[in-house]
């Protein structure tokens, strides 16, 4: 019973387009959510966070989106680059010592 | 320095072996982390330590057993594992146990249980 689901395995997007990555969960206790990045022979690296009272978050090209009532988070990526072909993984936690259920990711292929 | 190493990169063990995993950070972090991922599927906690104590245990099988020697290094004994225990096994830790405190993860070992 999967509590964070990327219904997307895969993705292909033009290099200089937006990206969007797209996340369900269905537990309304969570209240924080991340969003990892993963190369080929590397651990998962964080790339950004958002807390249940934001809807929305930005760090440079990586925005953030938060829909509570739809259980439904975004990770938007613009400009797209070459450097961010990557597996994308979903997170989620309820409570500050609550560990971290992640999604299965989404592989995000970039295009020249 | 703000890597995690882990060795072995690759270790193949029968099922009646006994091997370890390694986990080494300097980065002053007092929380570390057993995670495994299985093909096509996320990564899973199996184990939490915090200031080097375990904090949780999800409910792990016992032929999994942590260890933190000291708060750079976190070791997993491998003993009388199945072949279904092949997965890469990834260590992290962070500043403090929670999800608020970034995790930063290694490269994995990936393990084949014959």
């Known amino acids: 019973d999967q509590q964070v689901k990327q219904n997307s395995p895969s993705l292909s997007v033009q290099e200089g387009r937006i990206s969007i990555l797209n996340c369900d969960y269905t537990n309304s206790m969570f209240d924080y959510f991340l969003w990892y990045k993963k190369y080929p022979a590397e651990g998962p690296t964080f790339l950004i966070s958002?807390?249940?009272?934001?809807d929305k978050n930005e760090d440079g090209r990586f925005t953030v989106f938060l829909n509570k009532s739809a259980k439904h988070l975004s990770l938007h990526i613009v400009p797209s680059q070459p450097g961010d072909s990557a597996v994308y993984f979903c997170?989620?936690?309820?409570?500050?010592?609550?560990?971290?259920?992640f999604g299965k990711g989404t592989r995000l292929h970039i295009l020249p | 320095d703000t890597e995690v190493t882990q060795t072995p990169k690759h270790l193949v063990m029968g099922m009646t072996n006994k091997k370890s995993l390694k986990c080494e950070q300097h980065?002053?972090?007092?929380?570390m982390y057993w995670y495994k991922q299985k093909a096509k599927k996320p990564p899973e906690l199996m184990f939490v330590?915090?200031?080097?104590?375990?904090?949780i245990n999800e409910s792990v099988p016992s032929r999994f057993s942590p260890e933190c020697p000291n708060s750079s290094l976190l070791n997993l004994h491998l003993h009388a594992l199945q072949p279904e225990d092949s997965a890469l096994y990834l260590c992290a830790s962070s500043k403090g146990q929670g999800p608020y405190n970034e995790q930063f993860f290694g490269p994995g070992t990936r393990l084949t249980v014959l």
């Open positions: 330590y915090s200031y080097e104590k375990l904090s």
């Open positions: 958002i807390s249940s009272i934001k």
């Open positions: 997170a989620a936690s309820a409570g500050r010592d609550d560990k971290i259920i």
């Open positions: 980065m002053g972090h007092r929380a």
